[in-house]
């Protein structure tokens, strides 16, 4: 073994954990220089939304996507196809299928509990409800898009390319769950619950060979329990006026004051999703094909592990 070989592959490259040490390093100093010269200018977007953390979230996505493109082509040699991130990823069918595939899942099963009066309506306070609902879908776009980015963008990718995609669900599924145990009312359940909503999130990014389509899934889950229930996100609670869809029934089952995203309901509304794209799934789905290096025409395909 020679100290070149530590560092690099035989296609010349940087071995996959170096390869994301670089992107995280990166993307540490991009957010740097953006939070000096960007965030300053982005102020507005907290009273556009009236939410405090908006401006830096969009600080960070645009970290995140300048680290992606510098990793990508003077590291990896790759290009956006790599990381789900192409045109081809963000065509408006893709779009909408991500979209969709986001929104019948937890919208399905929240309205059977409403049948059954595990969930329920109550009165709020009186408000715009248009008003309310475009200052919080401009503030779960942007959120949304931070963690697809950080969970199953550059980082899925390379973890894929190594180890293979179930290996590469797993960690990726495990981290965005632990990264959400600030959120309020985290516990056990809650974990478990946004572990598994990385595995489904991760389907869809399999499925459509789209980061772009994933992030439409994310943002439309949140957006049909924040905008059209008007129930709690992940434990936080969002502008709801006119009305709220609250627990009326066992948490187990709705998620209680989590939301119902973290409920037995909401698993059952993910599973029956993943057995669907499993069953609907294109026989090179699980196929990690990517963009061959710099100079080299051909694609390069990793076999299924």
Known sequence: MTLRSVFLAADGRLHAPWRILVFILVTALCG???????????????RLTGMSGTADTIMIVLALIASHGITLYLIDRRTWRYAGLDAEAARIGVLARGWVLGALPILVPSLALMAVGWLAIRPASQGSWLMAATKVSLFLLPA???????SRGYIFATLREWLGW???LLLTSVAFGVMHLGNPGANAQSVIMVTLAGIFLG????????????????????????VALHAAVSGTVVP???????DAGRDWMTGGPWGPEGGVAAA???????AY???RRPRTALVATTAA???DTSETSHDER
Do not use: K
């Open 240 to 246: 709801s006026p006119d009305y709220q869809v609250v």
């Open 144 to 150: 949304a898009l931070f963690e697809e980015l950080i």
């Open 293 to 295: 290096p710099a100079g």
């Open 166 to 168: 179930p290996v590469a």
């Open 268 to 274: 059952a509304g993910m599973i029956a999703t993943l």
């Open 277 to 279: 794209l499993y069953v």
């Open 203 to 226: 389907a869809v990014l399999l499925a459509t060979r789209s980061l772009c389509a994933a992030w439409m899934a994310h943002w439309s889950w949140n957006w049909i329990m924040a």
């Open 32 to 46: 740097q220089l953006l939070a000096l010269t960007v965030l300053p200018l982005l102020s507005g977007a907290n």
